[in-house]
């Protein structure tokens, strides 16, 4: 029997379409292999959302030439984000791929198949299902748009018929994805939107949670917000970037809002959803962003005070508005400065949120074992360990908090 193996990094777009392609080699009759070494076919899942990512892409693709050389047969194929629309470049600087393909897309040496309505045969608890590719903002920092192109949704019919498909297969929560989840449907005939597939998806007997990313701040509606306060299924819990706290650099990143717009939005969504847990993305040392303008930034994020924040440092991606416009002259030193700052406030904001949860019962989904015990997530998205001598695998559970910290929480489970 022929084997494959996929390497991925990056995003969970990615992770969900490497699944799609594994269920689409089984189908074809190929195994599954651990290590590229015994592989007959190696796919390799790319990102480029930083450098770091990119280089180790282009470091992987180096170290596979010798494999190649020994096994000229193998097939060596490259798909996500790093593969841009000049494949001819491509195939001169990396000779040794036989085949370069879009994210997203089917490989096309393979048989046709139903590409769109595949739906991976997993039996994880959670998933994520893909609703809408690529995305329309150009944000002037983000490659993306360039690599996904422009928005294009699933059908809700395709996408209830691969989640119901997937409760049958034990899955009880499923995360849609998008670049931007909320332009969901606006290019579909009916134009149906986000809140529309979640009232949809919320019907789905078997199936217990359901959570989006990623939302873009300027396209999140109101009607939206009201679905995710109503719909019992949907988890009290959203990915909500913000990126900068000052009005100068996020109309120099060309988010389309200002911070007193993101304020008013973050306000509206807790008064309507109590309890909600919000995390926020953030990038410090954009070009020409002062120390008072950073300042402002760590102020928000400690008047809001958010769940989680994921914080990176700019740096400047080939072919994207920024770096052809602007000059990336913040330090590294500095960077990483601000970044560290940012990180030591979440660490303490976290703490202090977490410690709520303190002798409270919690119902966790329960994913998996690591470190000798089950680890899952509550509704609102917190880490939990627990020790069980039972197999928990899947199953939703109430666990009593014993103790916690800024990054997880440690309970026991209540068999009440």
């Not at 847990?277 to 990038?283: E, G, R």
């Not at 950073?294 to 102020?299: A, D, K, P, R, S």
């Not at 001598?389 to 068999?415: H, K, M, V, Y």
Request: with cysteine; proline share 4%; hydrophobic share 35%.
């Amino acid at each position: 029997m022929p084997r494959y193996h996929i390497w991925t990094i990056g995003c969970q777009m990615n992770k969900a379409e490497s699944e799609r392609l594994s269920s689409l080699f089984e189908q074809q009759g190929y195994e599954v292999t651990a290590t590229a070494d015994e592989a007959d076919i190696i796919v390799l899942n790319s990102c480029v959302v930083r450098q770091s990512a990119e280089n180790r892409v282009i470091n992987k693709l180096h170290a596979l030439k010798s494999l190649k050389r020994q096994r000229p047969e193998l097939t060596l194929a490259v798909t996500g984000c790093w593969v841009d629309s000049n494949i001819d470049h491509l195939k001169k600087g990396f000779p040794h791929v036989d085949y370069f393909f879009g994210p997203g897309e089917r490989p096309d040496w393979l048989e046709e198949g139903e590409w769109s309505r595949l739906t991976p045969t997993n039996t994880e608890p959670t998933a994520y299902v893909p609703i809408i590719q690529g995305c329309d903002n150009f944000c002037s920092y983000c490659i993306v748009p360039y690599r996904r192109g422009r928005e294009k949704s699933r059908s809700i019919d395709d996408i209830t018929c691969e989640v119901q498909e997937r409760v049958q297969h034990g899955t009880l929560e499923v995360t849609l994805l998008g670049q931007n989840v909320d332009s969901y449907g606006h290019d579909l005939p009916d134009k149906p939107d986000l809140a529309d597939l979640l009232a949809e998806l919320n019907a789905v007997d078997g199936l217990a949670r359901i959570r989006f990313l990623t939302n873009h701040p300027k396209d999140m509606s109101q009607r939206l917000i009201k679905a995710m306060a109503n719909l019992d299924k949907v988890c009290e819990q959203l990915s909500l970037p913000v990126q900068s706290g000052n009005n100068q650099i996020l109309k120099a990143m060309k988010r389309g809002y200002t911070v007193e717009d993101y304020r008013g939005l973050v306000e509206e969504i807790r008064r309507q959803i109590p309890g909600v847990a919000l995390s926020t993305d953030v990038i410090v040392g954009f070009p020409s962003e002062t120390e008072p303008q950073f300042q402002e930034t760590y102020n928000l994020l400690a008047g809001l005070q958010f769940d989680t924040v994921h914080v990176a440092a700019y740096s400047p991606r080939a072919g994207t508005a920024a770096a052809r416009e602007l000059e990336d002259n913040i330090r590294a030193a500095e960077k990483k400065q601000r970044l560290d700052r940012i990180e030591q406030l979440q660490e303490g904001i976290a703490t202090e949120i977490n410690a709520r949860l303190l002798g409270q019962t919690v119902e966790v989904l329960v994913e998996g074992r690591k470190g000798g015990k089950w680890q899952g997530r509550t509704r609102s998205d917190k880490l939990v360990f627990f020790n069980s001598e039972d197999d928990c695998r899947g199953q939703l559970l109430s666990i009593s908090i014993e103790r916690t910290s800024p990054w997880s929480l440690q309970g026991r489970l209540n068999r009440e």
